[in-house]
């Protein structure tokens, strides 16, 4: 990522349908046991209310030194303070807009299993890329599948951080690791579990 913040790690993504009181306390488990980045998603709030936790979240993130990157909303995240925002399918002709920001914003985009639009990304700005689903992702059962040997290839070839996605967990982490992830995104596996602060313990193990 940027300097003062974690080269790789747990990338833990919010569950949807928490409550703003729910999601508080769980980012601040995940984040008291060693997140290396924290996504904020939420598609289905309401602005105002997105607006307020995301400036919460903000302000934590800035205390355990992660970054908070917001998903598909640039307008939120330039609001809101945060530091990055991940641009999705959709979303690639905000790149410029996103890597033009002051204070300059930290972009990420989703690529899929797709290493053209991977180099596309990074020459228009992007600051990481994202690849999946590595597994079957019981959050996006229908998600475009992505093979290990994507990561490879774009480990061999480009200079940025790869975040790998879909169906992560602390048992098949490791593989994914090895074929070239800088971070692991986890959502279900993270937010889920009984004891949230293990749960991050087993991820982090993954890169000690």
């Given at each position: 990522?940027?300097?003062?913040?974690?080269?790789?790690?747990?990338?833990?993504?919010?569950?949807?349908?928490?409550?703003?009181?729910?999601?508080?306390?769980?980012?601040?488990?995940?984040?008291?046991?060693?997140?290396?980045?924290?996504?904020?998603?939420?598609?289905?709030?309401?602005?105002?209310?997105?607006?307020?936790?995301?400036?919460?979240?903000?302000?934590?993130?800035?205390?355990?030194?992660?970054?908070?990157?917001?998903?598909?909303?640039?307008?939120?995240?330039?609001?809101?303070?945060?530091?990055?925002?991940?641009?999705?399918?959709?979303?690639?002709?905000?790149?410029?807009?996103?890597?033009?920001?002051?204070?300059?914003?930290?972009?990420?985009?989703?690529?899929y299993n797709d290493l053209a639009r991977a180099r596309e990304a990074i020459t228009r700005g992007a600051d990481y890329i994202a690849f999946g689903s590595l597994y079957p992702s019981r959050t996006k059962p229908a998600a475009i599948r992505c093979e290990p040997a994507v990561l490879r290839a774009a480990r061999a070839e480009l200079a940025v951080p790869i975040v790998a996605i879909g169906g992560i967990t602390p048992e098949n982490g490791h593989a994914v690791i090895e074929a070239g992830a800088d971070y692991l995104a986890a959502i279900s596996s993270v937010f889920d579990a009984g004891d949230i602060a293990r749960a991050v313990h087993r991820y982090a193990e993954l890169f000690a």
């Open positions: 990522m940027r300097a003062g913040w974690p080269m790789n790690g747990l990338y833990a993504i919010t569950p949807d349908g928490a409550t703003e009181a729910a999601c508080f306390e769980k980012v601040s488990i995940a984040l008291d046991a060693g997140l290396g980045a924290l996504q904020y998603r939420d598609k289905s709030g309401i602005w105002a209310d997105r607006l307020r936790l995301a400036r919460k979240l903000g302000e934590l993130c800035r205390a355990a030194r992660v970054p908070l990157i917001i998903n598909d909303d640039l307008a939120l995240a330039i609001e809101s303070g945060a530091d990055g925002v991940h641009l999705g399918r959709d979303e690639m002709h905000l790149l410029e807009t996103a890597a033009s920001t002051s204070p300059r914003l930290l972009v990420g985009v989703s690529c």
